[in-house]
Every structure is written in structure tokens, then in C-alpha cells.
């Protein structure tokens, strides 16, 4: 009697235990990045008179959102350099090139975050990010996180933009020439899971 | 964007150094060995380099993170490093020949490291890496060991010349096919090698007048660092230009092979004539391929670059 007791005990304590650690992993919600609905363009100055507006047009992404403690959320994107797209097939060959991305050498613009605070609207994350070789940190103001459920697939939506010196990221200075120095960056991606 | 002044300037300084840190090496030893030839005109080559790489305030990254940084901080200096070695007394033919097959050997993947030619198995199959390292061994081999084996039985200034005539047209063709900085770099590689070997010859000729060594119509030897540092400047240009760039593999090819003409002088007719003759007859016939590829390459910026630029710079 008293074996099974204990025996009782035991099971209750790991269950408890196992539901408590279930629940953890349950919370945060995995989601894929959407490439049909979502998009990662820039614009850089002109001469400072204007505005080059290109996309990438390779991305992928997972988005970890944890609800109920958010600082757990992670966030992962990689932009796929080669698929640069500034609607002029000659310049796009140009970016490739080792004075711009040097996609040979350099095939991926990544960002991996490394810690989430929850903000009135969203999130801001702080992260790596990866670019022509050289990482540095840097913090995104990510607006949204409203999930939303159509035909039993879930979806989350964020935007953001940021401001990026090329210079901070080992670009040939003089490469910069007429182009200018810093260039916008504006993510708006979606999450899906089933 | 292109500064023609910068180039010059750059082109100038980097022969000025070069020639400078020739003359000053080359003087000081009464009768210079082989291995202080050597490993001064490879001092001088180095130190003229350097400098028109920092009068064009062309960034090389440290360590070295591109193709051309790893040509600039690895490559040209272990052909200055091997030459050196290889033209010590102790160190024989065969050794020195293990070394810069070993060069040979390396430099492609040196050059690629990192790269998503060696690190995404999407991009090159087995096969497709097997038979591009494969080329470039032959290339570099082949071009190596030929300018060497001509630089020994007529040796001449025309020698390093050709290639440096080479070298340039490959920095042209590389700037017009839209990678600047691996034009810029080969300038005042270029510049240090001609001014080396200006210098170098220039000081073997009087020296040789002076002691009377040889028959006044033979030229004189010129160190073969110029030739090690003249051929794998060339292939490295051209190898980072088609592969990170967009130089065609056929005009790179075509490029790397042009200064293989200066054996057509050792044909029967020609063999003979005067050293000078031989030289022009030999950089005659090595511009001949480097001004069509040159206007082909033109062909092709003007088609496609252009247009760009002149829409940028408006």
C-alpha cells in the first residue's frame, strides 16, 4: 500500500512536471516565413537627390512567438543576395559584383536575433546582423504579432524598417560613389502554420 | 566610380617604390648572388605594391575576407616567400620545384575559400570543381613553367614586360566587366614589377659591361621572382575577375595565355636576331590577343555598363 502511494506521488509529480514543460514548448508558436505574401525591399540615395528602390526576391524565415513570455520569442531571416532586384538587369549584375555584395563570396544577408522585448504594438528585437561578411548587432522595431486564422492556417504579420550604413559592413567606400552611404531596408513578412 | 588620376598617381608611386628599393638592395653587395637578386627584387616588388595599394586607399580587409585580399595577403607574397627560398645555394632545382607546384596547387582553392564555390555543393558539382581546378592547374602550370624555362635559354627584359602588358590588359578587361577594385589592385602590381625589373636589368647590364662576363649580344638573366610574382598576378587577377566577377572564362583564358608568345622568337628565323628585336617582336606579338580581347571586353561595357554609368552619372 504504501509502495503504491508513493508510486502515486511520483507519477503525479512527473506528470505535473511534464505538463508544466509541455506547456512552455506549446506556448511558443512556430511560423514560416511566407514568401507570397511578404517582401524585403531597400532604397538608397540617388546623387541625394532621389530614391533607387530594389527587393529581394529570396527569403526565408522562422518566427518563434512565445505569448506568454515573449523575452523566449526568436527570430531568424536570410535573405538570399543573388536575388537583388532593382528592375534593371545590367545594375543587378552590377550589385553582385565584389565592389557591391560580392554574392560569390558573400551569398546571404542574415539576421538572428538574440534577445525580445515586448513593445505597445509589437516587439523589439535585438539581434545579429550578417551582411557582406561583417555582423553587427543591431535592434528592430518589429509592429504587429496580431495572429490571424483563415481556412485553419494561422497567420502573423510584422513590419520594419531600419537604416543600414554600407559603410559599417566593409563596403568599398568609393563603391559607394553616387549611390549613398546609408540605405533603408523595410520588411513586411508574414508567419504561416497550419 | 573610375579616377584616372588616382591610377596614375597610384601606377607612379608604386614604380618610383619599387624602382627605389631596387636600386638601393642592388647596389649595396659588389656582385649580388642569385638568392639576394632574388629576395631583393621581391622586397622591392612587395614595397611598391604596397605602396600604390595605399596611394589608391584600396581597402584590404585583414584578415583577409574576399578573393583579392586573399591574392594581395597570401598569395603574392608566398611566390615572393618560395622564390626567395628557391634561389638559395643549399636549395635544389627539384625542392624548388615542389614548392611552386605546391603554389600552383593551392592558389585556386586559396582564392575560393569561403566562397559558394567550395561551400555550396548547389553551385559546383564534383565533377564541375574537378574540372575547373583542373584548368587552372594546367594554366598557371603551364604559363609558370614556360615563362620560366624562356626567362632561363633568352632570357631579357621583354620577358617581364610582356607580362606586364598582360597583367594590365587583364585589369582593364576586369574593370570593364564591372569589378573595379580588381582592376584597381593590378595596377600598381603592374608598376612595381616593371619598375623592379627596369631597374634590375638596367643594373645586371652595366655590371655585366663592366666585368665582361658574358658576350655583349647575350642579355642579361633577370631574377625569377619577377617571373613568379609577373605569372601568378596575372592568373590571380584573372581568376578572381571570372569567378567572383564577370570576365568570360574564354577572354580570361586567352589573357593568361598571350605572354606564352614570346616563345614564337625562338623559332629558327627570329632566334637569331639581336636581343632588342627579339623583345619587340615578342611584346608585337604578345599585344596582338590582348588588343582583341580588349575590344571585345569594350564591346561588351558599352552593350551592357554603360549605359548604367552614364544613367548614374547623370
Known amino acids: 500500500m504504501r509502495n503504491h502511494c508513493t508510486s502515486l506521488v511520483l507519477a503525479l509529480l512527473l506528470g505535473t512536471l511534464s505538463a508544466a514543460g509541455g506547456a512552455s514548448v506549446s ?20 546623387l541625394d537627390i532621389s530614391w533607387i528602390h530594389g527587393r529581394f526576391n529570396d527569403v526565408s524565415g522562422t518566427f518563434s512567438l512565445d505569448r506568454e513570455d515573449p523575452s523566449k520569442s526568436t527570430f531568424s531571416l536570410t535573405i538570399k543576395v543573388d536575388s537583388v532586384d532593382t528592375a534593371n538587369k545590367a545594375r543587378d549584375e552590377h550589385l553582385r559584383q565584389p565592389d557591391y555584395f560580392d554574392t560569390k563570396q558573400f551569398p546571404t544577408i542574415e539576421f538572428r536575433s538574440t534577445s525580445v522585448k515586448p513593445i505597445d504594438g509589437g516587439y523589439e528585437v535585438t539581434g545579429d546582423f550578417t551582411m557582406h561578411g561583417t555582423t553587427n548587432k543591431i535592434t528592430l522595431v518589429l ?52 | 566610380m573610375p579616377d584616372p588620376l588616382l591610377y596614375v598617381q597610384a601606377t607612379a608611386a608604386a614604380a618610383a617604390a619599387g624602382a627605389a628599393i631596387a636600386v638601393v638592395l642592388l647596389w649595396l653587395p659588389r656582385s649580388p648572388t642569385a638568392a639576394w637578386l632574388n629576395a631583393a627584387c621581391g622586397i622591392a616588388v612587395a ?23 586573399r591574392l594581395l595577403l597570401i ?6 616567400l618560395i622564390e626567395s627560398v628557391a634561389a638559395l645555394p643549399p636549395v ?75 597583367i594590365q590588359s587583364a585589369a582593364a578587361t576586369v574593370m570593364m566587366a564591372g ?58 587577377v584573372l581568376f578572381i575577375g571570372h569567378f567572383f566577377g564577370r570576365v568570360p572564362g574564354g577572354r580570361a583564358v586567352a589573357i593568361c595565355l598571350a605572354p606564352l608568345l614570346c616563345w614564337v622568337t625562338e623559332i629558327a628565323p627570329l632566334k637569331h636576331q639581336r636581343p632588342w628585336i627579339v623583345g619587340t617582336i615578342r611584346l608585337c606579338l604578345v599585344a596582338v590577343p590582348l588588343v582583341i580581347t580588349l575590344a571585345s571586353a569594350k564591346r561588351d561595357f558599352d552593350r551592357d555598363l554603360a549605359p548604367l554609368v552614364v544613367m548614374q552619372g547623370r
Open chain 2, 47 to 69: 614595397v611598391g605594391l604596397t605602396v600604390g595599394l595605399r596611394v589608391e586607399d584600396l581597402h584590404v580587409a585583414l584578415p583577409p575576407a574576399g578573393g583579392l585580399d
Open chain 1, 27 to 46: 506556448a511558443a508558436d512556430v511560423y514560416e516565413y511566407d514568401g507570397v505574401h511578404s517582401s524585403v525591399s531597400f532604397k538608397a540615395r540617388h
Open chain 1, 143 to 194: 509592429m504587429g504579432g496580431k495572429e490571424h486564422d483563415f481556412k485553419k492556417v494561422k497567420r502573423v504579420a510584422f513590419s520594419t524598417e531600419l537604416a543600414l550604413k554600407r559603410s559599417d559592413y566593409g563596403f568599398d567606400k568609393r563603391a559607394i560613389g553616387p549611390i549613398g552611404d546609408t540605405a533603408l531596408i523595410i520588411i513586411d513578412c508574414e508567419g504561416v502554420r497550419e
Open chain 2, 92 to 166: 635544389g632545382n627539384r625542392f624548388a620545384w615542389a614548392l611552386r607546384i605546391g603554389l600552383i596547387l593551392l592558389t585556386p582553392r586559396i582564392l575560393l575559400h569561403g566562397s559558394v564555390y567550395v561551400s555550396d555543393s548547389e553551385t559546383w558539382t564534383a565533377w564541375q570543381a574537378a574540372i575547373s581546378f583542373g584548368v587552372c592547374w594546367a594554366l598557371l602550370g603551364s604559363c609558370w613553367g614556360l615563362m620560366f624555362a624562356l626567362g632561363r635559354r633568352r632570357p631579357g627584359v621583354s620577358i617581364p614586360l610582356s607580362l606586364g602588358l598582360a
Open chain 2, 179 to 236: 569589378y573595379l577594385r580588381g582592376g584597381e589592385a593590378a595596377m600598381p602590381m603592374v608598376a612595381a614589377l616593371l619598375g623592379t625589373a627596369t631597374v634590375a636589368w638596367v643594373m645586371a647590364s652595366g655590371r655585366r659591361g663592366v666585368s665582361g662576363e658574358r658576350p655583349s649580344t647575350a642579355p642579361p638573366v633577370l631574377p625569377t621572382v619577377l617571373i613568379a610574382v609577373g605569372v601568378i598576378g596575372l592568373f590571380g
Open chain 2, 75 to 80: 598569395v603574392i607574397p608566398a611566390a615572393l
